[in-house]
């Protein structure tokens, strides 16, 4: 599996609408997920006017609007997503669809921040490795990765247990889980999983770190 996309194709069935944006826009609004992207931008990003991010699997851009002057270039391999954030947020920053496990780092300017939210879930461990290797030859020197993902937890609330489980991508795991995949390439300086972002008991891992001395 190399993208969401194929998240689709595998499940089919009433999980299959969430390929439509207006769908996913309405239930992650339901849910709260605009406290989630705000969150995460103002504790964990904590851009400044003028920095430059580059939001891999970016989907519709969700974040943008809570990055104030920065220079943005999001980046999904759906195109639907990518048109969709393109029409939303076009002044705003710069939008293009690509492989992110066949992309060239030369591809995108060095990037104070990289971004990787929702999507180490939906790949295996081979090819979450690959991007985040990626984002390390992306980041400029000194710059961080930040991630956000749903994380399983022990004992976790049963509601909780239940929406993860429905979640499209098949690869959620454990924060020590995680954690192994971004030590690979990276220095955790944060990584905690948060029951509090969303309206519904939910689980996220969200992690800050910066590469890795090699």
């Known amino acids: 599996m190399s993208d969401r996309t194929n998240d ?17 826009n309405f239930m992650r609004s339901a849910m709260g997920r605009a406290r989630v992207m705000q969150t995460v931008a103002s504790e964990y990003i904590q851009a400044e006017p003028g920095d430059s991010v580059v939001d ?13 002057g ?23 920053g710069t939008f293009m669809s690509a492989d992110l496990l066949t992309v060239s780092p030369d591809s995108f300017p060095k990037a104070d921040f ?32 930040v991630t956000i993902d749903p994380v399983k937890i022990e004992g976790q609330n049963p509601i909780a247990r239940l929406l993860i489980s429905l979640d499209r991508g098949p690869h959620i795991r454990f ?19 948060r029951t509090d ?18």
């Open 175 to 193: 924060e020590t889980g995680y954690r192994a995949l971004i030590e690979q390439a990276f220095s955790p300086e944060r990584l905690e999983s």
């Open 8 to 24: 689709y194709e595998r499940l089919g069935g009433w999980r299959s609408v969430l390929q439509f944006v207006p769908v996913m």
């Open 197 to 214: 972002l969303l309206r519904l008991p939910y689980a996220h891992c969200v992690s800050v770190s910066r590469p890795a001395a090699r």
């Open 114 to 145: 990289v971004l990787v939210r929702g999507f180490l879930h939906h790949l295996d461990d081979g090819h979450a490795e690959a991007i985040l290797n990626l984002a390390a030859e992306v980041l400029k020197p000194g710059g961080r990765l």
């Open 70 to 92: 920065v220079q943005y270039i999001g980046v999904d391999v759906d195109e639907t997503y990518i048109e969709c954030a393109r029409q939303v947020h076009g002044k705003c």
């Open 56 to 68: 891999f699997g970016c989907g519709v851009a969700g974040i943008l609007p809570y990055l104030d």
